[in-house]
């Protein structure tokens, strides 16, 4: 015969717990450790500063021959991919989360050397939903190295990225690789050849179903300020006096947009039109002749910062392969303490109120 009793077929309270509790942390106090510990050791965690009895001694020992199944994975806590209720702070959706830096060779195509394998820098995030408490970062990590045996152009950052954003359940999310890339150039009047190394970052943006490619490319060049130069003149003429113009290595950021029905922009497209522009670019290979050539190039293309971005402006537009841009320059001058700097942008992509504080900082060339 089976006997039910009422209190233990409903739903225990809060208040039910609170004197069970109560009860437990008495008898507890009343006992030794020994019937505590028959009972159950984690008992003692209920009485205030007590040690719980009879715990184990634990391993020091590295057990390398542990091996982990999938029954000993599902009991492992994952907090970053808990409930809502452990979310700190206001539930509100994140735009951007993810890892950057994460480091690894990655082959380019090129349009001039085949196939370049290159150091890369990737950043990689997605978007957060208010409700979600977090995302395994280590995806994306994986996402990349799946594609890290091919060679890497826009479609395959796309690729990688539709692959993290489907394990990732995210509606947006944004890829860019940053690395070094070397490109051999030709002094001027030497013959004489070398490798200059340009900045470049390739970025796919995924926003509500919309993407975008872009590509960056940090661009170095010499500045000859314009009126320097007039007033080194005149001193000549009218007083007989030397005088020389104050020039300086100076940066322009180049963020395009990328047409994808367009035919491919190369990395080499973008900095031979770069160098149209403003073809005072900073030498690798320089003999005698080389610096005097340099001298008369910087004499013949004097170039105040306004007009390095409206020039850089000219040639962005009439490539029909690239759509929105944005120019940043900057000419750390020898003249000021300070810097001279421009920005110019064209569409919607680039287009902000706001500037970086750090912005101009990052425009700083080291070799």
Known sequence: MNLHTPDLEREPTRADAERALALLRQWAGSVTDIEVADLDPLVSRLIPGQEVANYPALARAYPEDFAVDDAYKATMPDLQNGPSSLIRGAKQQIQHVGISN???PIRFHTRDN???????????????EAEKKGINMSRIMRSFYKQADE?????????TLDAYKTDLESFDARIQMRFS???KVQSLRSGLEGYQYYDIALEVVDTAGERKKILHLDYVYSSTCP???ELSEHARQFRGQLATPHSQR??????????CDADCLWFEDLIEMCRDAVPTETQVMVKREDEQAFAELNAANPIFVEDAARSFCAVLLADERIKDFRVVASHQESLHSHDAVSVLTEGETFASDSL????????FHVG
Request: net charge negative; aromatic share 10%.
């Open 181 to 183: 890339f070397p490109m």
């Open 114 to 128: 085949g196939d370049l394998t290159l150091e890369t820098s990737v950043t990689g995030t997605v978007s957060l």
């Open 227 to 229: 009126c320097s130069l």
């Open 356 to 363: 970086d504080p750090k912005l101009f900082n990052t425009l």
């Open 151 to 159: 060679t890497f152009s826009f479609e395959v950052i796309e690729k």
């Open 102 to 104: 994460f480091r690894l």
């Open 250 to 259: 100076s940066v322009a950021r180049v963020s395009v947009e990328v047409d």
